[in-house]
């Protein structure tokens, strides 16, 4: 079973306009962690946020946040104000708790996202 | 720059032929992981260390091996390179500063003709 879902391929939206990525995950584990990465079309991988599986609330870093639903298991990326520099691959990932996993990360397939002027 | 380096970036190399790739990091990071990126697939791991002389081996290690012999080198290597292993390889150590997190290199982008 896949422990990270994205599940749109792509996505569209207007600049200055907010989007949400979708993310849900997959784990028994109590304690975990969620990441979202952006990879613009130069390749490299950017760490955009993180969410704590005890952390209470959710996470936010400038125009990023996540909306972070534990009983669903789900942790969609919220971009507010898009901007056309925001157009990349979007990218969720999950690190499950300490006990065998030495930090390991699983990621989804990735969105990509478009922002039109 | 985040102190992780990945070289060569880009190789073009024939199949059956043997080929390593080199990540270094210049913060003493406990934690080292190589990824491949393949489209449709997102990034999937092939190995990981944690610590030196200690590693092992995640989803995708069919075909490849590592070595890390000092704390701030990680080595992989295709024994035979195939078509299949042509990919985009990432590099990435983890970090504990404060909040949690994860630094990549930029990426080897490998070709198997």
């Known amino acids: 079973a896949q422990k990270i879902t994205q599940t749109q391929p792509g996505m569209f939206v207007q600049e200055k306009e907010a989007v949400t990525l979708d993310c849900t995950y997959d784990?028994?584990?109590?304690?975990?962690?969620l990441f979202w990465y952006k990879q613009p079309s130069s390749g490299e991988m950017i760490f955009l946020i993180y969410q704590g599986s005890y952390d209470q609330q959710n996470a936010t870093e400038g125009r990023y946040s996540l909306n972070f639903q534990k009983a669903r298991k789900s942790a969609n990326l919220v971009i507010s104000a898009s901007q056309l520099g925001d157009s990349a691959m979007y990218f969720c990932?999950?690190?499950?708790?300490?006990?065998?996993?030495?930090?390991?990360?699983?990621f989804g397939q990735g969105t990509i996202l478009t922002v039109h002027p | 720059d985040a102190g992780i380096t990945q070289s060569p970036r880009h190789k073009v190399t024939e199949t059956g032929t043997p080929v390593t790739l080199r990540c270094h990091q210049t913060?003493?990071?406990?934690?080292m992981y190589w990824y491949r990126q393949d489209p449709g697939h997102g990034l999937r791991l092939i190995h990981y260390s944690y610590g030196v002389k200690d590693t092992d081996k995640g989803e995708v290690s069919d075909g490849y091996s590592v070595s890390r012999s000092k704390t701030e080198d990680f080595l992989l290597t295709l024994e035979s390179a195939t078509s299949s292993q042509t990919s985009v390889y990432f590099c990435?150590?983890?970090?504990?500063?404060?909040?949690?997190?994860?630094?990549f290199g930029s990426g080897t982008r490998l070709t198997v003709v």
């Open positions: 913060e003493n990071h406990r934690y």
């Open positions: 990435a150590i983890r970090k504990f500063q404060g909040v949690e997190g994860y630094t």
């Open positions: 784990t028994s584990d109590p304690s975990y962690g």
């Open positions: 990932a999950m690190r499950e708790g300490e006990g065998t996993s030495y930090g390991k990360l699983t």
